[in-house]
Structure formats: C-alpha cells, structure tokens
C-alpha cells in the first residue's frame, strides 16, 4: 500500500526524523493559511499524488510571497498531473503540501528495502540524490553504495558508519546522520514496509540533516496489524477496479493489454502472462483468484475483467488443487448469467474434478473455447482477439 507524502512525513515526526515545517491543504486557502503560519519565504507547493517525478511535471513549485503561494496552488490543485511513473492518462491532484524552502547545500539519495536474493534489508544511499537517481542507477550504478543488514541482528552502528563515511559526510553531520539513519530502519520494520525512501535528503548550509522528501510503501500482507497505517489509503489514487478487487480478497492488478486473466497460483499467473505475449496478444490483468477460491469470487472476479472496456478476450487457466475445477465452473456459470459474458472465453484447466467441471461447462449451454494445454489456449484466445 501506498501513502502521500504528508503522510509519511507524519510518520517520520514519530520517529524524530527531520522534516521541513509545513502542512497539507484541499483549496488556496488552507494553502495561504499554512503559508502564513510559516511566517516565511520562500516556501514550496507540491503536488500529493501517488507517483514520482512530480517535480518535472510541474507538480513542484518555489512560492516567494503570499499571493503566489495561492496562485501555486489554484493551478495544481485540480490539474492532471502526468509523470514518468503516472504513464500519459496521469493523475488528478486533489490536494497539496505546503512547506518551508530550505537554504540546501547538498542533496542525498536514500531507501530502504528488503532484498529477496540475501534475505536481507538492504540501505541504498548516493551522493548523486535528486530528481534523476534512476538515470544514476543505470548509467553509473558505482554511485549507489549498499549496505546488507541481517533482520535478525538488526541495525548496528557499524552499518551507520558505513553508510555515512560512503556519503563521505562531514562530521558535523555525521552524529544526526546516525541517528536519523537507526530512527528510519526502526520505522522500516515496525511498520512492515516495502519501501522507505528519501530523495532528496538534503544537508542545509546550516549543516541540518533533513527529509525533504518522504515515500513509505507497506507490506499488503502485514496492514492486518497496523490499523492506523489502513487510515491513510486514498483509493482515489488507485484504479477502481483493483479497489473493487481488494472488497473480495482477489490478487487483481490492471494492465494495459486485451486478454482478461484468471488464474490460480502467482506463478502460473505469470507463465500464463508471458504465454499470451508469445501468442501475440497482451495482458489486460493479473488476477490470481487463490487456491481456495469460492465459485462467488469466481464470479467476482470475471465481473471485475470485464469491467475493463480494453478486454476483448478473457482466459482463464486453472490447475485444480485446493481450487477444484467443478468449484471454477460453476462460477463461470452463474458469472455468464449475472454478468452477460460478451467477449469470446478460453478454458484450460486440469487436476481435481476436472470432468466433473468439464461437464458442467459443456452443459451450461455457454459459448466457451476449451483448450488443451496452455500453449493451445493462448494461442486460441489471441486468435480471437486479435485474428
């Protein structure tokens, strides 16, 4: 789960992370409020969506006096922000963060993630922090330094100490560096998160360490036991049919393609993907329904495809374990005749009850395409899709 910037920063306050002086405003008013409240110049209007690059897109704005500060933020507030990570439909922006210009000397880059390869946390940090640290990365990864941490030992300060002498600060940083550092891997881990990241963070020329930037991603699996961090979703910032896909419990992520997906397992979700690129048509979704899908989330989750007008073609490929072939085609069944199925259906599946499913579909009186093994199918429905 993502959350705004503002949000994070809430977070970081907790933990005694420096932050700039500012707060979050829906319409010029509350923006020229906080501005005022700031009691100084410049401050900055940001853009509170859920992408990067805002800055680039005009998202991200210097405000040297009160009626710029309210002419900022009449133009952002409403505009459709469009960034590298936004793609070119972009993002509505609803509200704005209003906070304190800093007098910056030096701008940092540093995240912290869990790394599947090691089975550790890893901190990533650069000297060459801002807005183009994925160019960084690609063209000069020997700029970003790592630094491995064993979850079970935790975070030493000899793991600071590298970090901070690879950032080759000064060491009148070097103590509040330390100690911003240890505060935001407690933050990582009790919080189960994903992702923390700061880019920029910034040493003023008053030698003061602070955030200027805020992005913090949660573990889906782990919100169970974080009912505040559940308070900050805004799923106005997420495709409505991945929301109405979380209401029942279905793996559900949009993309762009015209072939519908549903399947058991993530990883045959992922063959079955690439599979339908090889035939020569594309993805529209990855749904993976769960070993014990009941024939209502069968059901859910074809009236969720077809939600999306790109489907021109839905496939769905089972292998029955827990998920039992006569449990998916009954859903199949009371789907097409809740939903009205009118795009062309491909069936692979195999395992438990596989005739028993076969013989409701076959009597169901339904128009489905039953395939014999994953190749035949993706190649059948890309033949219906694409011709």
């Known amino acids: 789960m993502k959350i705004h910037e503002y949000q994070a920063k809430e977070l970081f306050k907790k933990y005694n992370i420096p932050v700039p002086d500012g707060g979050v405003a829906f319409n010029f008013d509350e923006a020229k409020k906080i501005a005022e409240n700031l009691g100084q110049f410049p401050v900055v209007v940001k853009a509170q969506i859920h992408a990067g690059g805002r800055g680039k897109g005009g998202?991200?704005?210097?405000?040297?006096?009160?009626?710029?500060?309210?002419?900022?933020?009449?133009?952002?507030?409403?505009?459709?922000?469009?960034?590298?990570?936004?793609?070119p439909e972009g993002k509505r922006?609803?509200?704005?963060?209003?906070?304190q210009g800093l007098n910056i000397a030096k701008e940092l880059y540093l995240s912290i993630i869990p790394d599947r390869a090691t089975a550790k946390i890893v901190i990533m940090v650069s000297e060459?922090?801002?807005?183009?640290?994925?160019?960084?990365?690609?063209?000069?990864?020997?700029?970003?330094?790592?630094?491995?941490?064993?979850?079970?030992?935790?975070?030493?300060?000899?793991?600071?100490?590298?970090?901070?002498f690879g950032l080759n600060l000064s060491s009148s940083v070097m103590r509040p560096f330390v100690s911003m550092l240890a505060s935001l891997y407690r933050l990582f881990i009790d919080y189960d998160c994903a992702l923390v990241e700061i880019n920029p963070l910034v040493i003023t020329a008053e030698d003061v360490v602070i955030a200027l930037d805020a992005?913090?991603?949660?573990?889906?699996?782990?919100?169970?036991r974080h009912k505040d961090i559940i308070e900050y979703r805004d799923i106005?910032?997420?495709?409505?049919?991945?929301?109405?896909?979380?209401?029942?419990?279905?793996?559900?992520?949009?993309?762009?393609?015209?072939?519908?997906?549903m399947v058991n397992g993530a990883g045959l979700a992922m063959a079955t993907m690439d599979i339908i690129k090889l035939a020569g048509a594309e993805p529209a979704n990855f749904l993976d329904v769960g070993g014990g899908a009941s024939a209502e989330m069968v059901e859910n989750g074809f009236r969720i495809m077809l939600g999306d007008k790109n489907v021109k073609g839905i496939l769905i490929n089972i292998f029955g374990g827990i998920l039992r072939c006569d449990v998916l085609a009954e859903g199949v069944v009371q789907a097409a005749e809740k939903t009205g199925i009118t795009v062309p259906v491909v069936i692979r599946m195999e395992g438990t009850n596989v005739e028993q499913g076969r013989k409701i579909l076959a009597e169901s009186g339904l128009n489905l395409t039953i395939a014999a093994d994953m190749k035949d199918a993706a190649q059948k429905v890309a033949q219906l899709v694409v011709g």
Request: glycine share 10%.
């Open 215 to 224: 992005k913090v991603d949660f573990d889906d699996n782990a919100l169970y």
């Open 236 to 261: 106005d910032e997420e495709d409505p049919l991945e929301v109405e896909a979380s209401k029942f419990h279905l793996n559900y992520i949009k993309l762009d393609g015209n072939v519908g997906n």
């Open 93 to 99: 922006v609803k509200k704005v963060l209003v906070e």
């Open 128 to 164: 060459a922090g801002g807005m183009d640290i994925e160019a960084v990365a690609a063209e000069t990864p020997e700029k970003i330094i790592k630094v491995f941490i064993d979850p079970l030992v935790a975070i030493q300060p000899y793991h600071c100490r590298e970090v901070a």
């Open 59 to 87: 998202g991200v704005k210097l405000a040297g006096s009160i009626d710029e500060v309210t002419g900022i933020a009449g133009e952002i507030i409403g505009m459709n922000l469009v960034t590298h990570q936004t793609g």
